[in-house]
T-cell receptor, first 112, second 115 residues
Framework: GENVEQHPSTLSVQEGDSAVIKCTYS??????FPWYKQELGKRPQLIID?????GEKKDQRIAVTLNKTAKHFSLHITETQPEDSAVYFC???????????FGQGTTLQVKP | GAGVSQSPSNKVTEKGKDVELRCDPI?????LYWYRQSLGQGLEFLIY????????KSGLPSDRFSAERTGGSVSTLTIQRTQQEDSAVYLC?????????????FGPGTRLTVL
């Protein structure tokens, strides 16, 4: 069945360093890959997404890359700040329904 | 306009009781999704509505779980004879039309605790 694997499960970086979170997906029909940020006790919020016809997308300090051949996609956060600390989820979608299959999440801690 | 809302925000129930969780999507959004988030886990898809019909129920864990949507708006997720393993945060999300690759807007969730 559809599956998304996300690594690492926890990530601790110093403020100003970069953070990279990686995901792999199993369904080759997947063509939409959003990333959500979830702060403690809050709802998930979309931070960036990428569609399968694009290899890379950037929005200020956040970038996402997609390798469809390898079925990998990654989130890159540069110049991390303490407010970036949260749980990050990758997801993949490819069905006609648009349902999202989520990874298990990465807890990012940015130390000041 | 208002975002996705859910009620109650917290629900504590005893094992064996039935519960109903409510989701009010963004006005005009035709597609609605329910997800479940267990402690420290990712979100698990439960069911998808397009209008009032549910073409994808593949994520419902057992026949104790059911959901309906009326008037193309409010949705209710019902769990019968609750079990302790049903304890989780239940999130709903809406999107302007199903299958389109745009942002799913999430509600704040209902935290269900089954004692």
């Amino acid at each position: 069945g559809e599956n998304v694997e996300q690594h690492p499960s926890t990530l601790s970086v110093q403020e100003g360093d970069s953070a990279v979170i990686k995901c792999t997906y199993s369904d080759s029909a997947s063509n939409y890959f959003p990333w959500y940020k979830q702060e403690l006790g809050k709802r998930p919020q979309l931070i960036i997404d990428i569609r399968s016809n694009v290899g890379e997308k950037k929005d200020q300090r956040i970038a996402v890359t997609l390798n469809k051949t390898a079925k990998h996609f990654s989130l890159h956060i540069t110049e991390t700040q303490p407010e970036d600390s949260a749980v990050y989820f990758c997801a993949a979608s490819g069905s006609n329904t648009g349902k999202l299959i989520f990874g298990q999440g990465t807890t990012l801690q940015v130390k000041p | 306009g208002a975002g996705v809302s859910q009620s109650p925000s917290n629900k504590v129930t005893e094992k064996g009781k039935d519960v109903e969780l409510r989701c009010d999507p963004i006005s005009g959004h035709t597609a609605l999704y329910w997800y479940r988030q267990s402690l420290g886990q990712g979100l698990e898809f439960l069911i998808y509505f397009q209008g009032n019909s549910a073409p994808d129920k593949s994520g419902l864990p057992s026949d104790r779980f059911s959901a309906e949507r009326t008037g193309g708006s409010v949705s209710t997720l019902t769990i019968q004879r609750t079990q302790q393993e049903d304890s989780a945060v239940y999130l709903c999300a809406s999107i302007s039309s199903g299958g389109s690759y745009n942002e799913q807007f999430f509600g704040p969730g209902t935290r269900l605790t089954v004692l």
